[in-house]
């Protein structure tokens, strides 16, 4: 093999294994001896670089040759530790299951970097919905000025020669207009149309993928369509045709199957249309309460055309009189064009709308001035009547 250039390096510089798996070499070579093994995500301190490979030292102080493709950047690996640290006060949406091994993205994009990976069946939380452009271009870095020989011998810009002003008009042969032919005209005035079109860019592809937290607590960027959601079968069969985003369990309540006394759970779905590319994350809400008579489950709620975002939240609240009640909070689109947040009670197999304080003040206020006003007409009657009967003077009577 021939000698390739290398570069000591002066300071300390870590980088981080991006590969499922990967060897050290004890050299630069076809025929080589393998030192030792890292994995996904661990640290190597860089002592040499060579043309494609790299001389590292492990945390335990092997060290050996490794391909530069199989390292990230500390700033990569910083890049996943901030987005790990960002997920951490965001709800889970719902989980799913790795379809195949899948590389985890620091953006939600195919050219993103990646750093750790999925195994074929690993366990995740769904927290985010992202859509991309599937063939955006990866930003490039501006282009170093190139320097030649005589910038490189004295420093200085080089001169550029002179040349002739020329006129486009003059380069070109000029037609008169009183000679040219209509037909001229028409083929010249069609250049411009012809030539939008070849400018005209294809549309976009759009993609969308989940912002996953994994079983080990690593955090990135997967397609949407290599996770599958574990949705129970007894309500993924109501559907419709339409993508199961998110889904939560609001409660359970008792049912006796056989004699067997069970807690079934009582669920929250997010649906949307079938395809990539939609600006909202879904369209659909569906509540499915346990019929614990007849052993299935029925649709309790259910709210369609609505522009939904994530995330959703779910809990309890105390509403009085009704006690501890699960809830479920939904940030929709208004008529204005804002994300506001409504949120929704459950009691029993019955959902209803909990109003907002604002409502509740206005609710309460509406509701004293018309208790004022019985109250005032209530008063008006009694003095009306005390007025009408009260007793007149008796005439004297003549002896």
């Given at each position: 093999m021939p000698a390739c250039k290398r570069a000591?390096?002066?300071?300390?510089?870590?980088?981080?294994?991006?590969?499922?798996?990967?060897?050290?070499?004890?050299?630069?070579?076809?025929?080589?001896?393998?030192?030792?093994?890292?994995?996904?995500?661990?640290?190597?301190?860089?002592?040499?670089?060579?043309?494609?490979?790299?001389?590292?030292?492990?945390?335990?102080?092997?060290?050996?040759?490794?391909?530069?493709?199989?390292?990230?950047?500390?700033?990569?690996?910083?890049?996943?530790?901030?987005?790990?640290?960002?997920?951490?006060?965001?709800?889970?949406q719902g989980h799913g299951t790795a379809r195949t091994d899948l590389n985890m993205h620091l953006t939600p994009s195919r050219d993103g970097e990646h750093l750790y990976q999925l195994k074929e069946g690993e366990k995740v939380e769904i927290l985010k919905r992202a859509t991309t452009d599937k063939n955006a271009p990866k930003p490039q870095p501006p282009p170093k000025p190139a320097a030649n020989k005589e910038t490189q011998q004295t420093g200085k810009q080089p001169t550029q020669p002179s040349t002739p002003a020329t006129s486009t008009t003059a380069a070109t042969p000029t037609t008169s207009t009183a000679t040219s032919s209509p037909a001229t005209a028409s083929v010249a005035a069609s250049k411009p149309a012809d030539k939008a079109k070849e400018v005209e860019q294809p549309k976009p592809v759009m993609e969308d993928w989940y912002l996953v937290r994994s079983s080990s607590g690593k955090v990135g960027w997967v397609l949407l369509r290599m996770v599958d959601l574990d949705v129970p079968l007894d309500i993924a069969q109501y559907a419709e045709g339409q993508r199961i985003v998110g889904y939560f369990v609001l409660n359970t309540v008792q049912e006796n199957i056989d004699g067997e006394e069970k807690r079934e759970p009582q669920?929250?779905?997010?649906?949307?249309?079938?395809?990539?590319?939609?600006?909202?994350?879904?369209?659909?809400?569906?509540?499915?309460?346990?019929?614990?008579?007849?052993?299935?489950?029925?649709?309790?709620?259910?709210?369609?055309?609505?522009?939904?975002?994530?995330?959703?939240?779910?809990?309890?609240?105390?509403?009085?009189?009704?006690?501890?009640?699960?809830?479920?909070?939904?940030?929709?689109?208004?008529?204005?064009?804002?994300?506001?947040?409504?949120?929704?009670?459950?009691?029993?197999?019955?959902?209803?709308?909990?109003?907002?304080?604002?409502?509740?003040?206005?609710?309460?206020?509406r509701h004293d001035a018309e208790l004022a006003a019985r109250q005032k007409a209530r008063a008006d009657a009694r003095a009306q009547k005390t007025g009408t009967h009260k007793k007149k003077p008796k005439k004297k009577t003549q002896q």
């Open positions: 000591a390096i002066a300071k300390h510089e870590y980088m981080y294994v991006s590969v499922p798996e990967t060897s050290l070499r004890d050299r630069i070579a076809t025929m080589y001896n393998k030192v030792s093994t890292v994995h996904s995500g661990d640290r190597v301190e860089v002592l040499e670089r060579a043309k494609r490979f790299v001389r590292v030292r492990t945390d335990g102080g092997v060290e050996g040759w490794v391909e530069q493709r199989s390292l990230v950047t500390q700033d990569v690996f910083d890049g996943f530790q901030k987005l790990a640290q960002d997920a951490t006060g965001i709800a889970v669920y929250l779905v997010l649906l949307n249309m079938p395809k990539d590319g939609l600006p909202w994350d879904y369209n659909q809400v569906r509540v499915f309460t346990r019929n614990r008579n007849k052993h299935r489950y029925e649709t309790a709620y259910r709210e369609r055309d609505m522009e939904g975002y994530l995330p959703v939240k779910t809990g309890h609240a105390a509403f009085e009189k009704e006690g501890d009640l699960p809830t479920f909070t939904l940030r929709k689109m208004n008529a204005d064009g804002q994300i506001v947040e409504t949120t929704y009670k459950m009691n029993g197999p019955i959902v209803r709308r909990v109003p907002t304080p604002e409502e509740v003040a206005e609710q309460k206020a």
